[in-house]
Structure formats: C-alpha cells, structure tokens
C-alpha cells in the first residue's frame, strides 16, 4: 500500500525488485520463443492423389471433345451437348453417321436424360446428377467440385466420412 506521507518508505516497501519480475521476465521469453518458432506440428510430407496424371475420361461441355468417342446416350465417353459442329466431328470420325442434331437429342429425351440446352436445365430441381455419376443430365457439372473431377476423370473418390459423436 502506498501512501502519500513525507517520511522515507521502508526497503521493503520500494517497490518491485528484480527477482519479483524474473518469472514474469521468464514467461515472456518463453511465449516469445513459442510464437517466433511456431507451436504446430509441421505439416505432413505431400503425398499426390495419383502417380501420373489421370487421363480425361469423358469429354462434356467446356472440356477438349476426345476424338473418336460415341455418345453417351449410345454406349459412349462423350457428353457434349448434341450441336452442328458436334455432328460434324463425329462424322469425320466415323460415329453416328447416318443421325442428325434432331436424332441424338430425340434419343437423349428418350430416355429422360436432360441436356444443356433444354429448358429444365435452368431448375436443378427437375435433374439429378450428372449422367456420368449416375443421374439424368447432361448438364456440365460446375469446374473445381468433385463432381467435375470425378466426370472428367471417371476416378470416384470415396465420400467423406461423417464421425458421430
């Protein structure tokens, strides 16, 4: 307790003296070397997915058209939308060369698989899934999500796994 009186404090009452400031000193020093050095464990070593890059599986909509390939609706790896130049290209390959545009989206509407271009298209709620994956549409999935890399690479990865407490 301090007071304000003209007479000389006694020794003891001077105040804080080193050795009262050396644990505080010593936890300073100690949380200063904490945060310049880091507290977490390093990272683990980088493992990739794959050992070599996976090949494109399926083309769709945005993505280089694999030369050669049928359509889905037929058995195929393709699942571009059916256009003119789409026809173009798989009649200088060899596929679908006795069909048309109107042709292939006849066959596609068929069996109840949704494209690009239909009107339903704008609602997900009237499609599922991508073709690839199991669903009716051929509706290009959106880039950077799982579905996109699991359609092009036809590589299914496991879901994540939900722990319950």
Known sequence: ???????????????????????????AALFGCLLLAGCAAPPPPYVPAFEQRPQQAHCFDGVPHLTGSKPWVLGGR?????????MERYHRDGVCTDMDVADLVEQYHAKGIVLATD?????????????????????PPRPGTRDYEQVITGVVHAPPVVVQK
């Open 78 to 86: 393709c699942c571009c939308t059916p256009t003119d130049d789409l």
């Open 1 to 27: 307790m301090h007071t304000f009186s003209p007479r000389q404090t006694l020794a003891s009452d001077a105040g804080p003296r080193f050795r009262d400031c050396l644990p505080g000193a010593v936890v």
């Open 119 to 139: 009107p339903e298209a704008k609602d997900p709620r009237k499609w599922s899934k991508h073709v690839v994956l199991g669903g009716n549409s051929l509706v």
